[in-house]
Nanobody, 124 residues
Framework: QVQLVESGGGLVQAGGSLRLSCAVS????????MGWFRQAPGKEREFVAV????????YYADSVKGRFTISRDNAKNTVYLQMSRLKPEDTAVYYC?????????????????WGQGTQVTVSS
């Protein structure tokens, strides 16, 4: 069974930075496409960023492009989301997810495994 555990969330002022981490159990981490999603109160879960199995390909939502960076360390079974120039509208619960599809996807339905989420709150 694959388990994902996010960490690194918290309260930060607008313009600040946070780095989220997602530790993944199991020996097949390097075979998964990894994504970050977020869900604000009263809204649907939305795509944030995705990274390919080797880390060679990444893709971002327009709303975070140029501010967020996704990366992974396959030796540590961990995926990261570096968030900079945070805005109040970035406030949400952030989830990491693992997909066993061969190509990157941005839809939640393509991700089989999910973490419990970590709260990010950006104050104005």
């Amino acid at each position: 069974q694959v388990q994902l555990v996010e960490s690194g969330g918290g309260l930060v002022q607008a313009g600040g930075s946070l780095r989220l981490s997602c530790a993944v159990s199991g020996r097949t981490f390097s075979s998964y496409v990894m994504g970050w999603f977020r869900q604000a109160p009263g809204k649907e879960r939305e795509f944030v960023a995705v990274i390919s199995q080797s880390g060679g390909r990444t893709y971002y939502a327009d709303s975070v492009k140029g501010r967020f960076t996704i990366s992974r360390d396959n030796a540590k079974n961990t995926v990261y989301l570096q968030m900079s120039r945070l805005k109040p509208e970035d406030t949400a619960v952030y989830y990491c997810a693992a997909s066993d599809y061969l190509v990157i996807h941005t839809t939640t339905a393509k991700y089989r495994y999910w973490g419990q989420g970590t709260q990010v709150t950006v104050s104005s």
